[in-house]
């Protein structure tokens, strides 16, 4: 089962911040917080992942809470190109600790003009 | 560089007949994982290969089988196939197995009629 808990389903305004929350209460000290979305019928999409700090890059900000039971995705300028599901997926930080991806049902945001 | 190639993209096959996936990752990427993907169930991990070898099973019925290469290519076969097996077969490759992202290909999109 996943470990994370997501609102099934957000909506946007154009060019506002879109704000993604995931809880993972359950999280244990050696895995990562990763953050993928699909777009209708296409491969999942890495976006970006973190352990206990907060993460940039160029699509989007993870906020990471201090006692790492919660974590918000945070796209900036959202587009209609952002519509998709956004799953946020608990993984193990070590090589040796496997690496599947353990999807739950994600978040639909819908990006509306 | 070239992302994960999977082919084929679309294939349409009878019941009980047999079906074989093919998954060529990044270049540099030993590890390759394989998901289902159906309306259903969502987003369900099949299997993980690192060095040519089985490194993690998902549950699945032995009717789900994969190999990965000396190249790190991959292929999964499913035989006797059900209505049930209609879905979207998604491989993902990275560097190694656990502690990096994994990034998808396109997928194939599986009919059984």
């Known amino acids: 089962d996943a470990k994370t808990t997501q609102p099934p389903s957000m909506d946007c305004a154009e060019g506002r911040a879109a704000n993604l929350p995931c809880n993972h209460s359950t999280i244990s000290g050696n895995e990562y917080v990763y953050w993928y979305r699909q777009i209708h019928s296409q491969g999942p999409q890495y976006i970006i992942h973190?352990?206990?700090n907060n993460e940039t890059n160029e699509m989007a900000s993870l906020i990471i809470t201090e006692d790492r039971k919660s974590s918000t995705l945070i796209l900036p300028h959202a587009t209609l190109r952002d519509t998709a599901v956004y799953y946020c997926?608990?993984?193990?930080?070590?090589?040796?600790?496997?690496?599947?991806?353990?999807f739950g049902q994600g978040t639909e945001l819908s990006v509306k003009p | 560089k070239a992302g994960v190639t999977q082919t084929p993209r679309y294939l349409i096959k009878t019941r009980g007949q047999q079906v074989t996936l093919s998954c060529s990752p990044i270049?540099?990427?030993?590890?390759v994982s394989w998901y289902q993907q159906t309306p259903g169930q969502g987003l369900q991990f099949l299997f993980e290969?690192?060095?040519?070898?089985?490194?993690n099973k998902g549950n699945f019925p032995g009717r789900f089988s994969g190999r990965q290469f000396s190249n790190s290519r991959s292929e999964m076969n499913v035989s006797t196939l059900e209505l049930g097996d209609s879905a979207l077969y998604l491989c993902?490759?990275?560097?190694?197995?656990?502690?990096?992202?994994?990034?998808f290909g396109q997928g194939t999109r599986l009919t059984v009629v």
């Open positions: 993902a490759s990275s560097l190694r197995i656990g502690g990096t992202e994994a990034f």
């Open positions: 973190g352990l206990k």
């Open positions: 997926i608990v993984r193990a930080a070590f090589y040796n600790q496997g690496g599947k991806l353990i």
């Open positions: 290969y690192f060095s040519e070898t089985q490194r």
């Open positions: 270049s540099g990427h030993r590890s």
